[in-house]
T-cell receptor, first 112, second 115 residues
């Protein structure tokens, strides 16, 4: 069973601080990695994707990938109350076509 | 900005009834997917579809489920005889490419309630 694991949280962060979220995956051959944001009762919204080891920055978001250690992380800089949501890590295993395997999500609470 | 749309937003049905959930993927996308999320649980893959055929399906996607692209824009999920445990949010997603460039964009979902 290919797994994607996340700390469920909640991760409580003061407004303006950095939120750091981690995700580990079991399939060493995984190729593509995604971060989705999901507000309560809404659908997953793609916010970041990363395919190569290292860092990728997009606005206030930075995704970090370390394939040797099988983890991917997301940093949210200058956290805002509107960032309060559940963040889902999703992985595309190499032998699974286009299927995404999701983690359970980390709930983030940004306090003003 | 192009987006995936889904109808209806909420469907209530009785156990044993057939339901059809509808999706309009992003217009230039070639790959289509259905996922579901039972309340409080992970998002789970159901099926992927490309070139008018299923490319992959999960263990959840048994004989009670089917998918179809009846025309150039719609993509449907049919559940033939609904069970209580089919109650969930059903999300349609689409992507332009496969392999490494597999960014999947989700629709707003259909909440299915089976009574």
């Amino acid at each position: 069973q290919k797994e994607v694991e996340q700390n469920s949280g909640p991760l409580s962060v003061p407004e303006g601080a950095i939120a750091s979220l981690n995700c580990t995956y079991s399939d060493r051959g995984s190729q593509s990695f995604f971060w989705y944001r999901q507000y309560s009762g809404k659908s997953p919204e793609l916010i970041m994707f990363i395919y190569s080891n290292g860092d990728k920055e997009d606005g206030r978001f930075t995704a970090q990938l370390n394939k040797a250690s099988q983890y991917v992380s997301l940093l949210i800089r200058d956290s805002q109350p509107s960032d309060s949501a559940t963040y889902l890590c999703a992985v595309n295993p190499i032998a699974a076509g286009n299927k995404l395997t999701f983690g359970g999500g980390t709930r983030v609470l940004v306090k003003p | 900005e192009p987006e995936v749309t889904q109808t209806p937003s909420h469907q209530v049905t009785q156990m044993g009834q057939e339901v059809i959930l509808r999706c309009v993927p992003i217009s230039n996308h070639l790959y289509f997917y259905w996922y579901r999320q039972i309340l409080g649980q992970k998002v789970e893959f159901l099926v992927s579809f490309y070139n008018n055929e299923i490319s992959e399906k999960s263990e959840i996607f048994d004989d009670q489920f089917s998918v179809e692209r009846p025309d150039g824009s719609n993509f449907t999920l049919k559940i033939r005889s609904t069970k209580l445990e089919d109650s969930a949010m059903y999300f349609c997603a689409s992507s332009a490419w496969t392999g490494e460039n597999n960014e999947q964009y989700f629709g707003p979902g259909t909440r299915l309630t089976v009574t």
